[in-house]
């Protein structure tokens, strides 16, 4: 009887520490498996899953600039740039226009020192796109503009918001900085190349800080 009792003993014991060592056995592969989805979801994310946003995106900028009476015109006004998590708004005021509609756009070069304010060059095109209306599927300029409505005092107000400019950035594609501003004369028709035909140059103002 006694024998009985100590196999059953031994077997209960052997039960028990096989128990027990499959117990560990189980924790083990858990914890490997926890492990492993850790390091998974640590591991950085590739360029193809998230977008970078550019350096200059968080750089909050400010430009404010004058305009000056161009081809024996009155034309003058004020321009304030202004960027925040990556968009430009460009606020203008503008005196002196005859009543109607005027042409402006954002001019190659920061040079008003001729009379006719043609030494401020072409429309700034850095994509090398035909002159159009902004927005426009068969390509505009990214000076492009377009037109102010002077009221019946000579007075124009605009207000342009867009990600495709940037202030110092440095990409020649979307820096306004070194450029001009030109109001012109006439309005802008969206359809004559290079320029629009909106007529002489009025004012002028370059975009420097």
């Known amino acids: ?26 924790e083990t592969v858990i914890e490997n498996e926890a492990t492993e989805t850790i390091e998974k979801k640590s591991e950085p994310v590739s360029a193809t899953e998230t977008k970078e946003k550019p350096a200059y995106f968080s750089e909050k900028r400010k430009v404010v600039m004058s305009l000056e009476s161009k081809s024996d015109s009155n034309v003058t006004g004020n321009i304030v740039f202004t960027q925040d998590e990556g968009i430009v708004t460009m606020i203008a005021v503008i005196d002196g226009l005859s009543p109607g509609e005027h042409a402006i756009h954002i001019h190659e070069k920061a040079d008003c020192s001729s009379a006719d304010g043609k030494s401020s060059g072409g429309h700034w095109n850095p994509t090398a796109q035909p002159h159009g209306k902004w927005g426009d599927d068969n390509g505009y300029h990214k000076g492009d503009i377009g037109n102010v409505t002077a009221n019946k005092d000579g007075h124009a107000t605009i207000t342009k918001i867009t990600n495709e400019w940037c202030i110092g950035c440095g990409d020649n594609t979307k820096d306004i900085l070194g450029k001009a501003v030109i109001v012109h004369q006439g309005i802008d028709d969206f359809k004559s190349q290079p320029s629009g035909a909106a007529g002489a140059r009025v004012s002028c103002g370059g975009i420097i800080e």
């Open 1 to 26: 009887m006694k024998h009985k009792i100590l196999g059953l003993s031994l077997i209960m014991v052997c039960l028990f520490i096989s128990c027990k060592s499959d117990k560990k056995d189980s």
